[in-house]
């Protein structure tokens, strides 16, 4: 036979505490593609704009007074006053009223009537010039070219490429034999 087990003394039904399961992370938002993100607005004051706007206008208000006065040498008539320019080839000139200070003033233009088949050289423009020009100095001026000792004469011909789009345009002008300016016209009353 068998001891049989004594009686235990009843404990409480207690249950052992669960194990210890740390919390869960706190949630994370969720990811924001960058397209949806816009940058912050910045704020336009407008100065910059407005700035760059003034220096523009300023800046073409100079150009445009610095060139009022500039006429093409191919559009001058006779009794127009400018300033004779510098350089071997002019393409435009100063324009002024004849009572402003000019050192220059149109006396003739004329179509050059010699060969045309080809470019002249300087020499026969020189010619054909003093040719036309010296009658018209003492018609328009009132004074002999021969023995004047204060004005000259001065002549613009066509370049090699105003003659090829057929320009023959020779115009005469008076200028002071010093390079002094003029206040007034040198035409005779």
Same mark, same amino acid.
């Given at each position: ?45 407008? /100065? ?9 206008? #300023?800046?073409? #208000? ?11 040498? &191919? ?24 009572t402003e200070s000019h050192t220059a003033e149109v006396i003739h233009?004329?179509?050059?009537? &010699? ?33 004047? +000792? ?9 370049? /090699? ?14 200028? /002071? ?5 003029? +206040? ?6």
């Open positions: 036979m068998t001891d049989p087990i004594p009686p235990q003394p009843s404990q409480p039904d207690v249950q052992p505490p669960p194990p210890m399961v740390p919390p869960p992370p706190p949630m994370a938002p969720p990811p924001v593609e960058s397209a949806d993100v816009a940058p912050p607005a910045k704020k336009s004051g407008g /100065r910059g704009a407005i700035i760059i706007v003034g220096v523009i206008v #300023a800046f073409l #208000a100079i150009v445009l007074y610095a060139v009022k006065d500039n006429l093409s040498a &191919g559009d001058l008539k006779v009794g127009d006053c400018f300033n004779t320019p510098s350089g071997s080839t002019v393409q435009t000139v100063e324009h002024h009223p004849c233009v004329v179509e050059y009537t &010699g060969d045309t088949s080809s470019y002249p050289i300087s020499l026969t423009f020189s010619s054909f010039a003093e040719d036309a020009c010296k009658p018209v100095f003492q018609t328009y001026t009132g004074r002999d070219f021969d023995l004047e +000792t204060e004005l000259t004469i001065g002549y613009f011909y066509p370049s /090699r490429d105003g003659w090829s789009g057929g320009d023959r345009t020779v115009t005469c002008y008076v200028t /002071r034999v010093d390079d002094n300016s003029m +206040t007034k016209s040198v035409k005779s009353s």
